[in-house]
């Protein structure tokens, strides 16, 4: 593991947030995704979660419904970027509770607290408008992403 993403992550709080992750899709169709940059460089933190959703293919899920935490360390920024099946669906303000919880612990300095209460957060909330059916697939890596 890169050692900037040490610095935020140690190996067991990485596996944490892979069960995170995958404990999460067990309320949802919804995918869900981390991306850990070491740095935006000139772009946003924005435009750089927007560029690896679909780097990381998330668009081609069924429903439209990947999400995408995109975390750049040394800028400290946080980015959430959704599918278009789930921005036809929740209302706008959905993000702003999670994005919130996140931004409290990261400010502690917990950061592996944080992602996981918001993908915790994030399962529960898109299971209410992606419920998950019986024959769900994995259809996106719970793995955490870097570069
Ligand atoms: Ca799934
Ligand atoms: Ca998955």
Redesign the pocket.
């Known amino acids: 593991m890169s050692d900037y993403v040490h610095s935020i992550l140690s190996e067991s709080q990485e596996q944490a947030l892979i069960d995170a992750?995958?404990q999460a899709?067990l309320h949802t169709s919804g995918?869900?995704?981390i991306h850990l940059e070491k740095t935006t460089g000139k772009s946003s933190a924005q435009k750089r979660a927007k560029q690896w959703f679909g780097k990381l293919n998330m668009h081609k899920t069924t429903e439209k419904n990947g999400v995408l935490f995109y975390l750049a360390i040394e800028d400290r920024k946080l980015a959430l970027w959704a599918g278009e099946g789930i921005n036809k669906k929740v209302p706008t303000n959905f993000w702003h509770e999670i994005i919130d919880l996140m931004l409290n612990e990261f400010k502690k300095g917990h950061f592996s607290e944080g992602l996981i209460a918001g993908v915790e957060k994030t399962g529960k909330a898109l299971g209410e408008f992606f419920p998950r059916q019986d024959d769900d697939t994995?259809?996106?890596?719970?793995e955490i992403s870097k570069s």
């Open positions: 992750i995958i899709e995918e869900i995704r994995d259809e996106l890596s719970n």
